[in-house]
């Protein structure tokens, strides 16, 4: 996968542009604001004046593609500013000058107050628009890309005119995109902000065309000439864009469980004995991969009684069919989790050769199951695996199997309570919590209630709950909590 990436640096550190409707103030800048601004590029009259056949191309190839993903740093509402400009009557006052008369007003009645309010960036005040591009499509979008990166370096002005900018273009990767400084915003159905579509181009030349022809003269002879404004754009669709979820978030790979032509499904009460094939398949690809010794005892399998080595590994998590309705609680997909930032060269290496990887029953050597490797889209339309990541952050997570506490709670509820605090150090969360409920009996329709779960044998004197936490501001998964995290135990799905 990778990403056209789009930047837009803010020399001054404001922005003055407002939404459409000039009420609110707008940020981060609407993805239509750019295109406009990518137009106006290319036309720049010093650099050459044709707007050639390949920039069309590109730019018709952008307006078809889905909402980027926009990264901006924090912005502040900056004070109010209220400016004195000049209006559109100094013509008259020149004719007049010019014909030695009096000019009905004189040039300094001649003004209109304007208030502007900008947004100032707090840090880096660059605003990175990434559009994502298959591996499959790579090369017919390359020529596009290229096209796109070169005429971002001629971009002047996002937002109003005083919003002056330098432009860049360039093709990053998923390490690179999730190193981005700044806030990740996400496109969701709704309004408010201003997209391209199929046709944006087409009336942004025109427009383009009538903004040059917009001195025009009156008829009959000593008819003044006069400026005529330019439409306001129409072609365009709107949506909402929603600030994702602050947080540490980790790589994961998703597998279907298949068996031949069809899908596979598992008890859900026995997920460690998945987990357990799962880490035994990716110990084998490891070993065929001829990596270090030291990184597939510590990363792959997870061995290491140091703090650091407890969640630098991989984490091998069994995902029950039960967040939506209707469900049966089956296993029939698994993730494979990389640490919080991830970015393992060696990591990445385990995951592709796991693709297709059999599923093995240790002592018996019985094949389970055959792993497929979930594409881009097919993530994206799983509602299942949704539950389970939130992207969009949520505030209250429940288990789907139990949380295995980090310590013996001694039967006391407040005890109980501070190993889930715990838990949630241990596995490196820092947001605050506003609360914490416990529970036998499962949070989900379809799962089981926490004792009837296998666990390890040296988790067996540790007490098992079912929780449902509530954090003060929204979180992404994946969720995985207490001493079993890495098997497949203390897995949580969003509560809506």
């Given at each position: 996968?990778r990403f056209l990436c789009?930047?837009?640096?803010?020399l001054?550190?404001?922005y003055?542009?407002?939404s459409?409707?000039g009420?609110?103030r707008?940020?981060?800048?609407?993805?239509?604001?750019l295109?406009?601004a990518?137009v106006a590029?290319g036309h720049?009259?010093f650099r050459?004046?044709?707007f050639?056949?390949a920039?069309?191309?590109?730019?018709r190839?952008?307006?078809?593609r889905?909402?980027?993903e926009?990264v901006?740093?924090p912005a502040?509402a900056?004070p109010?500013v209220?400016?004195?400009v000049?209006?559109n009557?100094?013509?008259k006052?020149?004719?007049?000058?010019?014909?030695?008369?009096?000019p009905e007003k004189q040039?300094n009645?001649?003004r209109?107050?304007?208030?502007l309010r900008p947004?100032?960036?707090?840090?880096?005040a660059?605003?990175r628009?990434?559009?994502p591009?298959a591996d499959?499509?790579w090369e017919?979008?390359r020529?596009?890309?290229?096209?796109?990166?070169?005429e971002?370096?001629?971009?002047?002005?996002?937002g109003?005119g005083?919003d002056?900018?330098?432009?860049n273009?360039?093709?990053?990767d998923?390490a690179?995109r999730r190193?981005?400084?700044?806030?990740?915003?996400?496109?969701?159905?709704?309004v408010?902000?201003r997209?391209?579509?199929?046709g944006?181009?087409?009336?942004?030349l025109?427009?383009?065309?009538e903004?040059?022809?917009?001195?025009?003269?009156?008829?009959?002879?000593?008819?003044e000439r006069w400026?005529?404004?330019p439409?306001?754009p129409?072609?365009f669709?709107?949506?909402?864009?929603?600030?994702?979820?602050?947080?540490?978030t980790r790589?994961?790979?998703?597998?279907?469980?298949v068996?031949?032509?069809?899908?596979?499904?598992?008890?859900?009460?026995a997920?460690?004995?998945i987990?357990?094939?799962l880490?035994h398949?990716?110990?084998?690809?490891?070993?065929g991969?001829?990596?270090?010794?030291?990184?597939v005892e510590?990363?792959?399998c997870g061995?290491?009684?140091?703090?650091a080595s407890?969640n630098d590994?991989?984490?091998?998590?069994?995902l029950?069919t039960?967040p939506?309705?209707?469900?049966?609680?089956r296993?029939?997909?698994?993730v494979?989790?990389?640490?919080?930032?991830?970015g393992?060269?060696?990591?990445?290496?385990v995951v592709?050769?796991l693709?297709g990887a059999?599923?093995?029953e240790?002592?018996?050597?019985?094949v389970?199951?055959?792993?497929r490797?979930?594409?881009e889209?097919?993530?994206?339309?799983?509602?299942?695996?949704?539950?389970y990541?939130?992207?969009d952050g949520?505030?209250?997570?429940?288990t789907?199997?139990?949380?295995?506490?980090?310590?013996?709670d001694?039967?006391r509820?407040?005890?109980?309570h501070a190993?889930?605090?715990?838990?949630?150090a241990?596995?490196g969360w820092?947001?605050?919590?506003t609360e914490?409920?416990?529970?036998r009996?499962p949070?989900?329709?379809g799962a089981e209630?926490a004792?009837?779960?296998?666990?390890p044998a040296?988790?067996?004197?540790l007490?098992r709950?079912?929780?449902?936490?509530?954090?003060?501001?929204?979180v992404?998964?994946?969720l995985a909590?207490?001493a079993g995290?890495?098997?497949?135990?203390g897995l949580?799905?969003?509560l809506?």
């Amino acid at each position: 996968m990778r990403f056209l990436c789009l930047e837009a640096h803010f020399l001054d550190g404001r922005y003055h542009g407002r939404s459409e409707d000039g009420r609110a103030r707008e940020w981060p800048p609407n993805p239509h604001r750019l295109f406009q601004a990518l137009v106006a590029a290319g036309h720049l009259g010093f650099r050459r004046t044709e707007f050639s056949d390949a920039k069309g191309a590109a730019l018709r190839w952008l307006e078809r593609r889905a909402p980027p993903e926009i990264v901006a740093a924090p912005a502040q509402a900056a004070p109010l500013v209220r400016l004195y400009v000049p209006n559109n009557d100094m013509d008259k006052v020149a004719r007049a000058w010019a014909q030695d008369k009096e000019p009905e007003k004189q040039p300094n009645a001649l003004r209109t107050d304007k208030d502007l309010r900008p947004h100032r960036v707090d840090g880096d005040a660059t605003v990175r628009f990434l559009w994502p591009i298959a591996d499959e499509e790579w090369e017919s979008a390359r020529p596009h890309a290229a096209v796109l990166c070169e005429e971002a370096r001629h971009l002047h002005a996002l937002g109003l005119g005083i919003d002056l900018v330098a432009g860049n273009g360039r093709v990053v990767d998923e390490a690179a995109r999730r190193e981005l400084p700044g806030e990740v915003w996400g496109a969701l159905p709704g309004v408010g902000w201003r997209v391209p579509v199929e046709g944006s181009l087409d009336e942004l030349l025109e427009r383009h065309r009538e903004f040059g022809r917009r001195v025009q003269a009156g008829r009959g002879r000593g008819a003044e000439r006069w400026v005529a404004p330019p439409s306001p754009p129409t072609v365009f669709r709107e949506v909402a864009y929603r600030r994702r979820a602050a947080g540490r978030t980790r790589p994961v790979h998703v597998f279907r469980l298949v068996d031949g032509d069809g899908a596979a499904s598992f008890d859900p009460r026995a997920a460690i004995e998945i987990a357990a094939w799962l880490r035994h398949a990716a110990h084998d690809c490891a070993r065929g991969l001829k990596l270090d010794q030291s990184f597939v005892e510590r990363f792959v399998c997870g061995h290491g009684d140091d703090v650091a080595s407890k969640n630098d590994r991989f984490s091998y998590l069994p995902l029950p069919t039960i967040p939506l309705k209707g469900r049966d609680g089956r296993i029939r997909r698994a993730v494979l989790a990389e640490p919080f930032g991830g970015g393992d060269a060696r990591a990445r290496a385990v995951v592709r050769r796991l693709a297709g990887a059999a599923l093995i029953e240790e002592g018996t050597g019985v094949v389970k199951a055959d792993l497929r490797a979930l594409s881009e889209d097919e993530r994206a339309a799983d509602g299942v695996l949704a539950c389970y990541l939130a992207g969009d952050g949520a505030t209250r997570w429940g288990t789907v199997t139990p949380m295995v506490l980090p310590g013996r709670d001694d039967y006391r509820s407040r005890k109980a309570h501070a190993l889930v605090l715990k838990a949630l150090a241990q596995a490196g969360w820092t947001t605050p919590v506003t609360e914490i409920h416990l529970q036998r009996e499962p949070v989900f329709p379809g799962a089981e209630p926490a004792g009837a779960y296998r666990v390890p044998a040296y988790l067996k004197a540790l007490p098992r709950t079912h929780v449902v936490i509530t954090f003060a501001e929204p979180v992404p998964g994946l969720l995985a909590l207490g001493a079993g995290r890495h098997v497949g135990l203390g897995l949580f799905a969003a509560l809506t």
